[in-house]
């Protein structure tokens, strides 16, 4: 897959383990500083966006809002990871691979009703760490593979912050690429 790529994460310590997701794509646009008022100029001219940090349904904090779903459905192959993401491709109508609430930080996980006493800053951190490696691993896939080797490999084993995150990992997929993909997966079963 070879798309004109940017990403946004915002420069902030607390999301720097997201880093190695885009670490290999080295003709990327790499966006973290907040002030950059050509966010929207930079989502027009990319293939695919990759959106990355904190965030909450309205959008990814300093980067995207509501103002920037028109552009993001003319995309393909986005990713919004941040707190709540679903919640935001779902209102505006758009397709990628998102994540509900995740935990990146322990705070999180007492905020997500997760009991004290069966997590640690060193369940997040394994975590954290495992997501981002996976999701680089198969930045380059299309999107159903890059989800199916998440569900694969981001695998619990007691880790109850993995579990609630990997709970809340979902590729949502216009109804037409759904249809294809499912036609194309009975075909290769007859």
Known sequence: MNLKTLVLHHDDRSTDFLKPI????????????????NVTQLIREH?????????YPGGLFFMVN?????????????LYIWCHADQYVKHHGLTGLTTGMFISETGE?????????????STVTYSNELFARLVAEKIHAP?????AHLLDRYQPQGCPIIRY????LELIE???AFAKRSRSAALLTH
């Open 143 to 147: 999107l159903p593979e890059l989800h």
């Open 66 to 78: 509501d103002s920037h779903a028109s552009l993001l459905r003319q995309k393909r192959d986005n």
């Open 165 to 168: 995150n990997r709970e809340r």
């Open 47 to 55: 293939d695919r966006v990759i959106m990355l940090g904190h965030g």
């Open 174 to 176: 216009s109804a037409a």
């Open 109 to 121: 996980a007492m905020y997500s009703g997760i009991p004290a006493r069966i997590y640690s800053q």
């Open 22 to 37: 885009y670490a290999g794509l080295h003709e990327a646009t790499v966006v973290t500083d907040s002030s950059d008022q």
